[in-house]
């Protein structure tokens, strides 16, 4: 298993590892409070101001997916891959609108997930449910995505092996984050964020200026890459006529896809009020700029005459090529830290979400706040196994298929959500049979799709499956809702009607 082990760069690696596990575990008694109370455990007390909170966003946000994923998808098919640079320009206006609203909404009512908003709105626990099923269902594949980051630099150094005992280091390596996770909470990731960004800038300045450079500059970097593309359909450093509406609706679903997910939902409500999110929703495009450079290493990877069968791992053999074996160390370190962060973050905001608004209202209404907080660390734990079973079980050519197809799932409680904040107008009910169409449309399109991005044909347009499914959910939740409206006012004018009637 360890014939060919790199053995520098897996000392660097380990060494940060173990930094991160120390914080991990030295975290709970960081702005200490009875993580016997979920609001403690789950959310940090709600007291990470503007600092912690853009270093927690940005390591929620920008994970081993953005240096793994986006550059595989870069080197495959080209600038294709670089819509996740216009979807994340476009999600903090809308941040900036919303979510301090929803923070004061949550903060009032005491609120810990988006679910719980739900309910609160609507007063439908069958929407509360929908939202809470679709904000697990579509964690699993995204924490998976994480894993398989973690996996493919983990593999770079040399670990190698068959059938399950390939996957042995990336299991001992989330053992080891559901430990410190089950013990700080949220704390963990939001001091471990820290050093995980500091890292991953280092690693980044370096990849992008001294790479280039060793390969003649970056103009030398896009013409070898203009000749790997050259020739094969729908590839290219730019979008073909066929790619350009897929790339726009995959930005703008993507970006209202974003923040509906319960991890992106507690680092919100973990921030001490609104001025803190309003002031990140201002300064974190600085994570879109690194993340368009990170995009960048896909065509280095063909500049440097890099092959490789699986796009994942195209970028951790750049690593190996062009740095020393102990600078491709830290670089790993790096990626699989921005993997832990994400990580645990995303089984936190699972584990809330079941426990809040699957637990607590159809199981044990009677819950107290400390079974409430050991459930969901227990819970926290059984999304890791989830998400593990998910990457053993459920291999794909692109990592990307994983977040794009929690995508799909996730737009489709945007409408609950984001018209709950600004209207009372829409009913539960309405709301409820728009999911489920949303949700059903959205999965049938997806199935069986052999492409990295699921994508589908409407009227001879292409368009991503996930803004197609939300658009018959918003049409139905709106048509039922005049419908039920309309009946309801007939029955109040009815009513009075009668009651004039007796009067008289």
Known sequence: MIDHLNWTATVVF?????????????AARWKSGNLDELHEWGLGGRRFGAWITWFLLGGDLYTAYTVIAVPAVVYAIGSYGFFAVPYTILIYPFVFLTMPRLWNVAREKGYITGADFIFGRYRNKGLELAVAFTGILATMPYIALQLVGMEKVIQALGFQGQG????????????????????????????????????????????VVIIPAKLGGYGAVFDVAAKAYAGKANQGLTLSPAQIGPFITLAIGSA???????????GVLSASGPKAIRRNAMTLPAYSLLLGLIALMGLMAHAAGIEVANPQDAIPQLLLKMFPDWFAGFCFAAIAIGALVPAAVMSIGAANT???????????????????????????????????????????????????????WMIQIFPAVIFGLYTRWYSGEALLAGWVVGFGLGSYLAWGATAWVPTSTILGYGAYNGVIAVIANIVVATALSFVFRTKVEGDIANADFLDARSTA
């Not at 399950?164 to 080891?176: K, R």
């Open 256 to 266: 209202m896809a974003l923040f509906m997910y319960p991890h992106s939902l507690t």
């Open 354 to 408: 079941f426990t809040r608004n699957v637990w607590r209202p159809f199981v044990n209404p009677a819950i107290s706040p400390l079974q409430e907080s050991q459930l969901a660390k227990l819970m926290s734990l059984i999304v890791k196994v989830g998400a593990l079973a998910v990457i053993i079980l459920m291999p794909t050519k692109f990592a990307l298929d994983l977040q794009l197809l929690g995508g799909v």
């Open 14 to 26: 380990v060494f940060f590892f173990a930094i991160v596990t120390v914080i991990g575990f030295v």
């Open 164 to 207: 399950m005992m390939s996957h042995l280091p990336l299991t001992i390596a989330f053992v080891i984050l559901a430990l410190y996770t089950y013990r700080s909470g949220l704390r963990a990731p939001a001091m471990i964020a820290f050093v995980k960004d500091i890292m991953i800038y280092i690693f980044v300045i370096a990849a």
